[in-house]
């Protein structure tokens, strides 16, 4: 047997073409050959129990070895094999896949997903790293020669009879001088764990030292002996192939532990399973989230088949399930020549919508089922819940019954529930309601006290994700609005018909706008004398909620760029029922008038923490010279 030809006439170009475009990382070449070598290994196994192979199948198993001297590497499997003709047809002839012909001979058997061959472009992807690519096989068939195909990279090829005796396949890569990286026992045996971690047939590379019992030493300790053992370097069936009735917890949280090596133990997870309208499966962790918004995306892993595709899932599942940890299997997501980025196709768009809604029932189900275990959890995953609700619309419409509001005493109420509980008490003279909340228990305390001794609630919202999960709210919710409680004095935060009378006449009132306007001397502060409560400061500091909410927005890169970069403004209230207020108006000296406006205006900027530098020693000194 011996032939030469050309690879037809449309494949010429094919070469460079996967060297520069189709791959965007070279080492996929060996996820791509041993993925191969694993579904001809399947195929025989499958051929054998539909009863179109009779021999002995044996185990299936793939073996990657390499060759420094010679600079091989070399992926060998037990599986088909091919005849020249089959090599002429699915290696030459890229056009025709394997796997139509495969698929049409076998379809009565309705498992055809299990049989697919993937020789095409995922072989070609060996000149990548090799500038000559040689297959040494045997086919299966009765009275099958073995077959060498060779070929240099460009559309010539050679086929001339093996040398293999045993049925399977050789593919042997004659690496090219740029590739030698990849001719050294670390670097394949990462890229073997990255991309074959979880294959369904055994992947041996090398051999490894174990140590095993070996009799009693004379003082009747056990001794060991070392032996060399295969490396096996995949477990074959990884728990996302199993049912969730054959797991435990433990299962699960060492399955996470072997994913994520120092991570701490995930709150909860969801194990996916569904074969219509499409295949998938898969473990869905929640992970422990920090409060400082460091999302950490690329955590779930895609397989086809149990090999990895990519860590790159946005288009299969929801922004903001992109939190989440774990693997997710399904040989109908659609990918590209280079299996790694996704198509966007219908299949895609329900996967999404089933995941959506399968980690709303599962949070849903937390929630109904033990309420107090869900809120234990619930500084863990509330900011998961809350960029659920602002990111997602379905999931909005079922988490909206198991989002909870902690209050500043720490107690959790779902939406309706804090509806009811400040109805009476936070509904304004136009039968609005109003949601007070902080954003700093500590540096906000004095406008929580100021609230509380109107017997109003607040709420604390403190993660970063709270600016857009407010806004989001008040789209959602009637008649409510949510305001900061340091955003103006509680009497203009809830509007009420009893507002506290003025005690100061017009005259006072103009004298005392006066008397702070040039004791501040600050454009950026405007002064506004109103009549509240004798118990509430004399001077307040705030700055209005719809620009401040635009600014924290902005800081956050929400969008709100131009609010960003604007100055800041503030309100200065000044209360004219206080009894401070009464005393600048009855003293006489001009000084000591501007040096006390001065003293409450610096007392109000220190408790919204921006007195700060020579404003914040000048008011130090003035203190102690009021003593």
Request: glycine fraction near 6%; aromatic fraction near 10%.
């Amino acid at each position: 047997m011996q032939e030469k030809g050309t690879i037809s006439i449309h494949t010429e170009n094919i070469f460079p073409i996967i060297k520069k475009f189709l791959y965007s990382d070279n080492e996929i070449f060996l996820r791509e050959l041993v993925s191969n070598a694993v579904d001809a290994t399947q195929k025989i196994k499958r051929l054998a129990s539909l009863g179109q192979f009779g021999g002995e199948v044996g185990q299936p198993q793939v073996e990657v070895s390499f060759d420094k001297d010679a600079k091989t590497i070399t992926i060998s499997d037990n599986g088909i094999g091919m005849t020249a003709d089959e090599i002429k047809k699915y290696i030459n002839q890229i056009a025709f896949s394997g796997a139509t012909e495969f698929m049409e001979k076998f379809k009565e058997a309705n498992d055809a997903n299990e049989i697919i061959g993937r020789f095409g472009l995922g072989f070609y992807s060996a000149f990548m790293v090799a500038d000559q690519v040689e297959i040494q096989t045997l086919s299966y068939q009765d009275g099958a020669e073995p077959a060498r195909w060779i070929c240099d990279g460009s559309t010539e090829f050679e086929i001339t009879e093996g040398t293999r005796a045993a049925r399977g396949t050789d593919v042997i890569l004659h690496v090219n001088a740029e590739s030698e990286e990849f001719l050294d026992k670390f670097k394949l045996q990462g890229i073997l764990d990255k991309y074959a971690k979880f294959l369904p047939v055994p992947i041996k590379f090398g051999t490894k030292t174990e140590y095993e019992a070996d009799g009693e030493d004379a003082d009747g300790k056990e001794k060991t002996k070392e032996v060399e053992v295969d490396n096996i370097i995949n477990d074959t069936n990884p728990i996302w192939t199993k049912a969730p009735s054959e797991l435990k917890d433990e299962d699960y949280l060492n399955f996470y532990k072997e994913l994520y090596p120092f991570s701490e133990d995930p709150l909860f997870w969801i194990h996916l399973n569904v074969d219509y309208p499409f295949n998938l499966t898969g473990v869905l962790y929640f992970p422990k989230l920090k409060n400082d918004f460091e999302f950490q995306k690329n955590k779930i892993k895609l397989f086809s088949r149990q090999v990895f595709i990519t860590d790159e899932v946005k288009d299969i599942v929801p922004e903001f399930l992109m939190l989440l940890h774990g693997v997710i299997d399904s040989p109908d997501i659609p990918l590209n020549v280079s299996r790694s980025f996704l198509q966007a196709d219908s299949n895609v768009k329900k996967i999404n919508t089933y995941i959506t809604k399968k980690v709303a029932d599962k949070l849903g189900e937390l929630f109904k089922n033990d309420r107090a275990g869900y809120e234990e959890k619930w500084g863990d995953i509330g900011m998961f819940v809350k960029y659920g609700i602002i990111s997602e619309e379905k999931f909005y419409d079922k988490a909206k019954d198991f989002v909870l509001l902690t209050n500043a005493d720490k107690k959790n109420f779902t939406l309706n529930e804090y509806k009811d509980q400040v109805a009476a008490t936070q509904t304004d003279k136009d039968g609005q309601q109003v949601w007070l909340y902080t954003n700093n228990r500590d540096k906000q305390d004095a406008y929580i006290q100021s609230a509380n001794r109107k017997a109003y609630d607040v709420l604390v919202m403190d993660s970063p994700i709270d600016n857009h999960f407010i806004s989001h709210l008040e789209q959602k919710l009637e008649k409510t609005s949510l305001k900061r409680v340091d955003a103006d004095v509680i009497d203009k935060l809830i509007k009420k018909d009893d507002a506290p009378a003025h005690i100061l006449t017009e005259e006072q009132g103009g004298q005392v706008k006066i008397i702070f306007d040039s004791a501040i001397n600050k454009p950026a502060f405007k002064v506004e004398l109103e009549s509240l409560s004798p118990d509430e400061l004399p001077v307040t500091v705030t700055m209005d909620e719809w620009m401040r909410r635009m600014k924290d927005m902005a800081a956050m890169g929400g969008g709100m760029g131009f609010y960003g970069s604007m100055p800041d403004n503030y309100k200065v209230v000044v209360n004219g029922n206080h009894k401070l207020i009464s005393r600048i108006l009855q003293t006489e000296d001009e000084g000591e008038k501007s040096r006390l406006a001065k003293q409450a205006f610096d007392l109000a900027l220190l408790s919204q923490g921006l007195l700060t530098g020579s404003e914040l020693t000048e008011f130090v000194n003035r203190s102690v010279e009021m003593i």
